[in-house]
């Protein structure tokens, strides 16, 4: 996308020499010849940097009071102004009221190119470092097979590229900025900023500050001046003041707001999503919540389902996230054995996909073994171990979970009767009483099974079996 330069100067040649050396560089320009033009194609659409002249013949204000101007509209707009009479004081103020550079009449050409691109460069890397600081750090994909993540997926496909809002409804912990992220990363703004604004962390009285600006207390503008050209998320949008609400609700329909001081109003385009993992009608039944401000949001409502709706996803989103916890932590990756993925997948899940996640993480820290062994079932935290169900913690549970249901139930008779045959003493008589066979079915089976009869009770065979014969008669 090119950058729009406005050009500021009461000389038509120099504004036609200027806009003639830009745009063979590939730049868009546009033109004022004083402050009242340059005023209202700033507050039309933000220019990317305005070349500004001192002196304007015939102006309201000169540059310098154009310069204080221009900074409180849009505060992110690089300013570089242009002298021909130009001295250090004049220059030191220049910078002091916000110009990015001073640069005096005549200049060489290749002097004014190198300044427009640092300046454009600046604004980037600004902007690039506060979607970094709102950035929680999960990975933006949507993860799993599972039929609502595959839905949800099409749907992103779909909305993405449309530039309508959209409203994301989900548990806590279920991944609704993810979401939100894809699909500004698959939208026509996706070189654009992406900024994530949480409603429920600013007091009311500094959020609508904080959104709009006020150019006093937030000089370098508003969330919505950060976001100008991409995509703003709103998160936990039904924690916002209903005063804020009010002012957001004129904001969406006209996509514009009025800054500060009588500066005038300022048009703004900014995507906005928003997200919230309550029940947006019970909240306007509860006078909460404005019913407008919910019908501008949701031109798309999104829902993303909980971890516990998509269990056949906990695998690939465990191997996952111990990769992604392994690089980040420098710790060795670890392997879950299929005992430990079967108990992960019986857990509820009440804090979603950042629940697992720190599971996996507590994992790579806590779990004992080196980075050969396992994970098995029995070394997860202890409150998912009571839900975890009795067979996986069986001794070779990792091996059951391995078989189709024929060959785990006969390895689970085989350790059954193999622990029963012990217990007795290897009387088969005995052994066929409790286990409530006939003797000579019980042969059968101990033969079908390849157990012995002549079984010597060592201490540690003892030992072995009794922790699975205990086991079962629990169960």
Same mark, same amino acid.
């Given at each position: ?18 806009? @003639?050396?830009? /745009? $063979?560089?590939?730049? *868009?320009?546009?033109?004022? #010849?004083?402050?009242?033009? !340059?005023? =209202?194609? &700033? ?93 929680? @750090?999960?990975? /933006? $994909?949507?993860?799993? *097979?599972?039929?609502?993540? #595959?839905?949800?997926?099409? !749907?992103? =496909?779909? &909305? ?316």
């Amino acid at each position: 996308m090119s950058s729009d330069i406005l050009i500021v100067d009461d000389e038509k040649d120099i504004r036609v020499l200027i806009a @003639g050396v830009l /745009e $063979d560089e590939g730049y *868009i320009t546009r033109q004022a #010849v004083d402050a009242e033009t !340059t005023l =209202d194609q &700033v507050r039309a659409s933000a220019p990317s940097v305005v070349l500004l002249d001192i002196w304007l013949e015939g102006s309201s204000m000169d540059g310098m009071e154009l310069l204080k101007a221009i900074k409180h509209l849009r505060p992110n707009t690089q300013v570089i102004m242009i002298s021909g009479h130009g001295t250090i004081e004049t220059a030191v103020k220049a910078m002091k009221y916000g110009a990015y550079e001073f640069i005096e009449k005549p200049f060489q050409s290749d002097r004014l190119v190198l300044l427009v691109e640092r300046a454009i460069e600046s604004v980037a890397l600004r902007r690039e470092n506060l979607e970094l600081r709102s950035r929680e @750090g999960p990975p /933006e $994909d949507l993860i799993g *097979i599972s039929n609502p993540i #595959v839905q949800l997926s099409r !749907t992103i =496909d779909r &909305v993405a590229p449309t530039g309508s809002r959209v409203l994301i409804t989900g548990p806590a912990g279920s991944g609704k900025e993810i979401v939100a992220r894809l699909i500004h990363r698959n939208s026509k703004r996706s070189e654009a900023p992406f900024i994530a604004v949480s409603c429920a962390s600013l007091a009311p009285g500094s959020l609508h500050g904080f959104l709009f600006g006020d150019g006093r207390n937030t000089p370098s503008g508003g969330v919505f001046d950060q976001a100008d050209g991409g995509t703003l998320l709103l998160d936990e949008v039904a924690d916002m003041p209903l005063e804020t609400q009010s002012r957001m609700i004129r904001m969406l329909q006209e996509q514009r707001f009025e800054r500060a001081a009588g500066q005038g109003e300022v048009e703004i385009d900014v995507r906005v999503i928003a997200t919230t993992n309550r029940d947006l009608k019970e909240e306007i039944r509860g006078g909460r919540f404005r019913e407008e401000l919910f019908y501008r949001l949701a031109v798309v409502p999104l829902e993303v389902p909980p971890l516990s709706d998509r269990a056949e996803d906990i695998p690939s989103l465990a191997r996952h996230f111990i990769q992604v916890g392994a690089i980040k932590s420098g710790m060795p990756q670890r392997t879950l054995s299929e005992d430990a993925i079967a108990a992960l997948q019986a857990h509820s899940w009440p804090g979603n996909v950042r629940q697992l996640r720190n599971v996996i993480d507590w994992l790579l820290i806590m779990a004992p073994g080196g980075a050969s062994d396992s994970i098995r079932a029995e070394m997860l935290p202890s409150d998912l171990a009571g839900e975890t169900p009795q067979l996986l913690r069986l001794e070779r549970s990792d091996e059951i979970m391995m078989q189709p249901l024929r060959g785990a139930r006969e390895m689970f008779e085989r350790e059954y009767l193999m622990a029963q045959v012990i217990r007795c003493g290897g009387n088969i008589s005995r052994t066929a009483e409790f286990v409530g066979m006939e003797r000579s079915a019980l042969h059968r089976k101990l033969k079908a099974l390849g157990v012995t009869t002549e079984v010597k009770l060592t201490r540690e065979s003892a030992e072995k079996h009794a922790g699975i014969e205990t086991t079962v008669q629990k169960s």
